[in-house]
């Protein structure tokens, strides 16, 4: 007889919409059983997926899932500018062509992208059903499936219009990786490394340690460094839901920096993790100039970097530009600076006020 692969479960136990994560190898084929029993009520699954993961992983979803319930899938064209107005659009008439209702639920098979993308769907659809996440990168399964953000683009301005809107069950199949682009996998790195950072030096020493195995992807040194990570995620958002008490804010570390770098070396030529990676670097680089940390640090992260093979510097760094990017950023409060800084490996805080030179000195740093 073989056993089912039973996965890892995890609570995120927030007061008005609990859930669980699932973390295993090889099991989306008894995801049914997981659904049922989160959704015992549910007759209908609208599989919304990323076109990249058509095959095999939502058809996998689908052949499991139509033995008990009447099933849909959608696809939508893979990459960042499907999340739009005109793809959600789309998916709202394809929910009411498939008859979607209180006993249907949204299943979104793919990266942050889908995650993000029919999550807004899930939340507006009927002022808003039920969805589960099945996300199937690294970033998407370290990040963006686990705290309830969803949202889409505006022309030039990202995440600008969203929901909370909290998944039922959040289902991490690591086998899903196996079809994923190896520079789509090391980028996902850069985030389970913050974690490392901003509040878990047992996990930083871990992934040192680790790192040959990660990149081997060992299933069993993948599922610890999934399970960390949407653990410290998880407690982030437990403590602050609603990014209100500015401990939400920590997930930000190096992506004052990131969020310039995509911008100005032009969305597409950065993933996100490799700009947010050399982000940490500057941001890492900015709190030695405060004397915030020591050079030791800066060598411990770097090394970390390197290991991960993530890159640590972007030679077109320029400080002008990118100072002038963070102003426009919608995170920037009264045209005050704030960075997410660390105090040792493990820690970070918010600053305000940075003084102007030494960020503009941090980035010169990360340019060579
Ligand atoms: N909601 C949140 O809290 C949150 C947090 C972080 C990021 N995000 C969002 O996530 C998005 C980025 O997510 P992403 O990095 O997963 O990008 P993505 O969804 O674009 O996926 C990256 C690429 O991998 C492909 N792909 C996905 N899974 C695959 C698989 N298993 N095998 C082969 N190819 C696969 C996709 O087609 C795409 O080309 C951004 O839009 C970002 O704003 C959201
Ligand atoms: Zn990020």
């Known amino acids: 007889m073989v056993l089912p692969n039973v996965p890892d479960r995890l609570e995120v136990p927030l007061p008005d919409a609990p859930y669980p994560i699932l973390i295993g190898s090889d099991w989306l084929a008894d995801l049914v059983s997981s659904i049922a029993d989160r959704m015992p009520d549910l007759s209908h699954a609208i599989i919304i997926h990323d076109a990249a993961v058509a095959q095999p992983w939502a058809a996998t979803i689908q052949q499991a899932l139509q033995a008990s319930y009447r099933t849909d899938m959608i696809s939508v064209p893979s990459g960042e500018p499907s999340k739009c107005v005109e793809q959600l659009q789309r998916l709202w008439i394809g929910l009411l062509e498939a008859k979607t209702d209180r006993k249907s639920a949204i299943i979104a098979v793919g990266g942050g992208v889908v995650g993000d993308l029919a999550g807004m769907v899930a939340a507006t659809f009927m002022r808003g059903i039920r969805f589960v996440q099945v996300p199937t990168t690294l970033l998407a399964q370290v990040d963006s499936s ?7 683009n ?17 289902a991490i199949d690591i086998a899903t990786l196996g079809t994923l682009a190896p520079r789509e996998f090391i980028s996902g790195l850069a985030e389970v490394a913050k974690y490392g950072v901003i509040c878990d030096a047992e996990f930083f020493a871990w992934l040192q340690q680790n790192h040959e195995a990660i990149h081997a992807r060992d299933a069993a040194a993948l599922k610890h460094a999934i399970r960390t990570s949407c653990q410290a995620k998880a407690d982030v958002v437990l403590a602050d839901e609603r990014e209100t008490t500015g401990c939400r804010a920590t997930l930000n570390y190096g992506h004052t920096f990131g969020h310039a770098i995509e911008a100005l070396a032009g969305y597409g030529h950065f993933l996100h993790g490799e700009a947010i990676a050399i982000g940490m670097q500057m941001a890492a680089d900015l709190a030695r100039r405060m004397r915030r940390v020591d050079d030791a640090f800066c060598e411990q992260q770097t090394e970390l ?50 003084p102007e030179d030494l960020v503009r000195q941090a980035i010169t740093a990360c340019s060579k």
């Open 146 to 152: 686990v705290g309830g953000k969803t949202g889409i």
């Open 154 to 170: 505006l022309p030039g301005a990202k995440n600008m219009v969203g929901s909370f809107w909290q998944p039922q069950l959040v």
């Open 305 to 354: 970097f390197t290991s991960l093979q993530l890159p640590i510097t972007w030679s077109e760094a320029d400080p002008d530009a990118m100072l002038g990017a963070m102003f426009s950023d919608k995170k920037t409060e009264h045209g005050k600076l704030r960075f997410i800084l660390p105090t040792k490996i493990g820690h970070v805080e918010l600053v305000d006020d940075v």
